[in-house]
């Protein structure tokens, strides 16, 4: 790293900063030409030459500060692909629940129509239905619905923007209301 005791001078943090922002993945990171940092600086308005860009590049150690930049660069982009990753991994899973769910849904329901339809020929013969066929599709129902409700909550929950109480305040502040008489 080069000598924290000397001072850059405007034009020198110019090119220092040209010279890090250049490297981009666009170029699998390698900085510009001496050249181009020159030319760039004297459209600025500074004065530098190529000769004096290479001295500064020399005196301050440039490719150190440039290192220190991408290993920062490379942390980020390490620490997006395992949180894209991470992310990918639980939507699989989570499309694959809500495939689940729906599936066991569905048969919940188709049980609970054949329970009620036997019940109530049943009820039709009898006059009378037991408690325990009473219970049980009392039961049955309130699993279905109570699951299908959590379901449906997961579903509103596991996609799309969410919006905050400020760009929900904006959005409904947007809304004009013409009234006639």
């Known amino acids: 790293m080069a000598d924290k005791t000397l001072e850059f001078s405007p034009a020198q943090k110019r090119a220092l900063e040209i010279y ?10 390698k900085p510009c030409s001496i050249e181009a ?7 600025e308005g500074y004065e530098a030459s190529s000769s004096s860009v290479q001295r500064w590049k020399k005196k301050f150690d440039f490719d150190s500060y440039l290192d220190l930049e991408l290993q920062s660069v490379m942390v980020k982009d390490n620490s997006i692909i395992i949180a894209q ?8 899973k989570t ?4 495939e689940k769910n729906a599936a066991l849904m569905g048969e919940c329901h188709d049980l609970l129509q054949l329970f009620v339809k036997q ?3 049943v ?13 049980l599709t009392l039961a049955i129902y309130t699993q279905c619905g109570t699951r299908e409700d959590k379901f449906l909550d997961r579903v509103a929950n596991s996609g799309g ?4 109480s400020d760009e929900i305040l904006q959005e409904i502040s947007a809304i ?6």
Do not use: F, R, W
């Open 123 to 135: 009820y039709q013969k009898t006059k009378h239905i037991k408690n325990a066929d009473a219970k």
């Open 85 to 92: 990753q991470a992310t990918a991994g639980a939507a699989k």
């Open 119 to 121: 019940t109530k020929e």
């Open 161 to 164: 923007d969410k919006l905050n």
């Open 37 to 43: 940092i020159a030319k760039q600086l004297k459209e």
């Open 176 to 181: 004009d209301v013409d009234i006639e008489d």
């Open 20 to 29: 890090k922002n250049s490297a981009t993945m666009y170029n699998d990171y």
């Open 95 to 98: 499309v694959v629940d809500l």
